[in-house]
Every structure is written in structure tokens, then in C-alpha cells.
């Protein structure tokens, strides 16, 4: 099962300007073949199907512990997604009727590479990839053999890093930079953890791979603080009580060479994490939608109740 937190992995800066195209572009890391969507949905249905969990439960753990992680993978980027569509907060945006709206107040969108973020999502962020192409099962990878999984893996893992950096370099707003960075981070400790595993497996030293592609991390300016404080050698349970058996295949060993050096470590349970950024409603598009004040009165009300 999994448990939800109110947080994101990472805390992301807010948006400088509106920028939907900058925001398709973010929906590559969603949707798109190497996308948060992907690497979800094969480590979750991997670890689903897993055969010989008992006896294989190192391997099992990893799996099943970077699942839970791609799941707040898939909201992070989510959320900078949806940050860089509605962009800087406007104080007090969402009261009122939204005005009048004969004067075609979202016409520039029309042109933008993903309308559908707005026609269809109120500016949310959607399973789609940079060309609202929907993701889908083809992308899954689950055949059963625990080497074949895990070499794949490490194929995806490496693949996704490729695409982040890719990514990176088509955006120069800070929200989308922050969401690549972090990410070019943690996914340099999957495909190291997947490497690791196979070396464990079959004696090949996989991670002398690493890193491919060539990403100097050093060079990527939103990258240093998620490596000075050890990002890059930090596994995560995501449990408080289970697959700590990740740490015979973590514990022990080193930082890849490029990186900042130290030993490997398991961390029980997840990171700190940093808030979510709150979305204002648009009466315009509809959001919240009709009286507005009046929802808000309700919430007030029924949180107050909660305490």
C-alpha cells in the first residue's frame, strides 16, 4: 500500500512569467517515453508481479522502494508543470466572476504547443507527452526475469537522464530548471542502484557504465545543492518499517567518480521534502467555478471542524 504526504520531494521556486510552452516542454518529463509516467509504471507493475519475493527480497525492496519515489516524481513534475501554465500568483485572482469574458481572455492559448492544458485542463498538467500525445501500457516493461527487469531499468533510468538534460536546456525559467535538476539528480541514483543490483546478480560491473550519458552534474547550476547535501548517495526506504533489505545492495559502496565523493547510504523512510506551491483559482476558466467566497466560507468552516 502506499501513504501520501502533504509535500513535494523538492521545493520548487516560483515561475517568473506565464510560459505554456515551457510547461509542454515539462510535459516531456511526464508523458513522454523516458517520462515519470514510464519509469512509475514499470517499476510499480515489476514490482507487482515480482516473482520470489522472499528469495529474492534484496531486489524486490529496490524496485518497490523507487516506485513509491516515481510516484512523487510524477507530482513533482506535475506541479511545475501546472506552475509554469498559470504563472506568478495574482493576489486576489480568484474572487469574483472572472469579468468579462467575451473579450477572449485566454486567445493567446490557442496558439500554444498543448492547448488542451487549458481547453481541457484549466492549465493543469495531464499524462501526455510535449505533444499532448497520451502516454500509455506500451511503455511498460514486466517480463518476469528479474535480470532482464533490471537491466532494463537501467537502460530507462539512463535514457531518462538523457531526456531531462535535453529538457533542461530548451527551458530558462527557474521553475523548470529546479524541476530537471533535482531529478538529473535523484535519477543518477537509480540507475547507479540498478547497476549495482546487476553487479550483485551477475558479477558484471555495470556501473562502470556510469555515467551515461556524460552529465557533468557539477556544471548544472540547480544541481549543487541536492548534491552538497548528499542527494546523490541517499537511497530511500519510502517506509518506515520496510525494504531496508536495499542496503545490501547500497550500503558500502561509492559515489560515482564525477560526483562528490562518499559513501553510499539507505535512509529509512523518505526526504524532507518542501511545500507545495498553492494554485489561485481563474473564474475566468472556471475555477473554482460559481460563488467562490461561498466555497472558500464552507472550507473554513469544515477545516476549523477538523481541529
Not at 469579468?99 to 495531464?126: C, H, N, Q, V
Amino acid at each position: 500500500m502506499f501513504m501520501r504526504v502533504d509535500k513535494l520531494q523538492a521545493e520548487l521556486p516560483p515561475p517568473k512569467k506565464q510560459d505554456p510552452n515551457a510547461a509542454a516542454a515539462l510535459q516531456e518529463l511526464l508523458g513522454g517515453k523516458y517520462g515519470e509516467m514510464s519509469t512509475l509504471g514499470n517499476y510499480m507493475f515489476q514490482s507487482f508481479n515480482f516473482r520470489s519475493k522472499d528469495k529474492l527480497r534484496p531486489f524486490y525492496s529496490l524496485v518497490a522502494s523507487i516506485t513509491a519515489e516515481e510516484l512523487g516524481h510524477v507530482e513533482l513534475v506535475s506541479n511545475g508543470v501546472a506552475m509554469l501554465n498559470n504563472g506568478p500568483d495574482k493576489p486576489g485572482a480568484d474572487a469574483g466572476d472572472g469579468g468579462d469574458i467575451s473579450m477572449s481572455p485566454f486567445e493567446a492559448m490557442k496558439e500554444i504547443r498543448s492547448a488542451a492544458s487549458f481547453l481541457s485542463g484549466a492549465g493543469g498538467a495531464m499524462p501526455v507527452n510535449s505533444n499532448s500525445m497520451s502516454w500509455n501500457n506500451d511503455m511498460i516493461t514486466t517480463t518476469g526475469n528479474v535480470v532482464v527487469d533490471l537491466l532494463h531499468n537501467f537502460h530507462l533510468e539512463c535514457g531518462a537522464r538523457l531526456h531531462k538534460l535535453r529538457v533542461y536546456e530548451t527551458l530558462s525559467d527557474p521553475t523548470g530548471r529546479e524541476v530537471c535538476g533535482y531529478l538529473l539528480v535523484r535519477g543518477s541514483v537509480h540507475a547507479h542502484s540498478y547497476a549495482l543490483a546487476l553487479k550483485k546478480i551477475t558479477g558484471v560491473e555495470l556501473e562502470k557504465f556510469l555515467p551515461t550519458p556524460n552529465i557533468p552534474l557539477d556544471k548544472i547550476p540547480e544541481c549543487q545543492k541536492y548534491l552538497q547535501e548528499g542527494s546523490h548517495r541517499r537511497l530511500y526506504t519510502w517506509s518506515p518499517n520496510d525494504y531496508k533489505e536495499i542496503a545490501g545492495i547500497w550500503e558500502g559502496e561509492q559515489a560515482l567518480p564525477t560526483d562528490p565523493p562518499g559513501e553510499l547510504t539507505v535512509v529509512d523512510g523518505m526526504p524532507e521534502g518542501g511545500k507545495i506551491h498553492q494554485l489561485v483559482g481563474v473564474p475566468s476558466a472556471f475555477t473554482p467555478d460559481y460563488a467562490p467566497e461561498e466555497m472558500f466560507e464552507i472550507a473554513t468552516k469544515l477545516y476549523k471542524k477538523s481541529r
